[in-house]
């Protein structure tokens, strides 16, 4: 696509649901970030693929949330057990290359937990 | 860990006057990359422009240009003949050269446009 594309645009759950968010990089980007907007912050950064694989993912805070590129273009970030402190927007990117740095950014999911 | 810090919540102009968002860093290294992101009620995040360390001159794109002192950490934005459509939340944001290419992103400042 011409974008970056991510889905739900907005999903509700429930305290204690588990929820999936789709992250569809440009075309021929290999690198892909995940990052969560809070309410009136900047975006904090979760993981980081090269790839397939996960080249950072020390900014995922616990072991709830979790992430997979299995074929190297979407992602999919999964958040198990989820709290209301995960209530946030949160945003995908992808980048051509790591030289330039320039990220290309979706218009994000935003997750409300009940 | 590198920080980064917007110490304006908000900004206010009026069309077609000029307007400097503020916005200073923390970090070790001496190669780095600096950004400015404008982030409109669609969510999207959109680069405005973007500044390498070892370069001296002050990046230009149009109506915005960087004042970059890299002595002092600072990487203010100025956005000549403001338009209405300016109007968004904007963000600092900082990555390191090298592999890990994550951006750490200052909180922010919301700009207003009055006419």
């Known amino acids: 696509g011409a974008g970056v594309s991510q889905t739900p645009s907005n999903k509700v759950t429930e305290k204690g649901k588990y929820v999936e968010l789709r992250c569809d990089p440009i075309?021929?980007?290999?690198?892909l970030y995940w990052y969560r907007q809070s309410l009136g912050q900047g975006p904090e950064f979760l993981i980081y693929?090269?790839?397939?694989?996960?080249?950072?993912d020390s900014g995922l805070p616990n072991d709830r949330f979790f992430a997979v590129r299995p074929e190297g273009s979407v992602s999919t970030l999964k958040i198990q057990r989820t709290e209301r402190g995960d209530s946030a927007v949160y945003l995908c990117?992808?980048?051509?290359?790591?030289?330039?740095?320039?990220?290309?950014f979706g218009e994000g999911s935003r997750l409300t937990v009940l | 860990a590198q920080t980064v810090t917007q110490s304006q919540p908000e900004m206010s102009v009026q069309e077609a006057e000029t307007v400097t968002l503020s916005c200073t860093y923390d970090?070790?290294?001496?190669?780095?990359?600096l950004f400015w992101y404008k982030q409109p009620p669609s969510r999207q995040m959109i680069l405005v422009i973007r500044?390498?360390?070892?370069?001296?001159q002050n990046a230009t794109e149009n109506r915005f240009s960087v004042n970059f002192q890299k002595a002092a950490k600072s990487f203010s934005l100025k956005i000549s003949d403001s338009q209405l459509g300016d109007a968004a939340m904007y963000f600092c944001?900082?990555?390191?050269?090298?592999?890990?290419?994550?951006?750490?992103f200052g909180t922010g400042t919301r700009l207003q446009v009055t006419l």
């Open positions: 990117a992808s980048s051509l290359s790591w030289v330039t740095g320039e990220l290309f």
């Open positions: 075309s021929g980007h290999t690198a």
């Open positions: 693929f090269q790839g397939t694989g996960a080249a950072d």
């Open positions: 970090t070790s290294e001496s190669d780095y990359y």
């Open positions: 500044q390498e360390a070892y370069k001296q």
């Open positions: 944001a900082y990555r390191n050269t090298g592999t890990a290419s994550k951006l750490t």
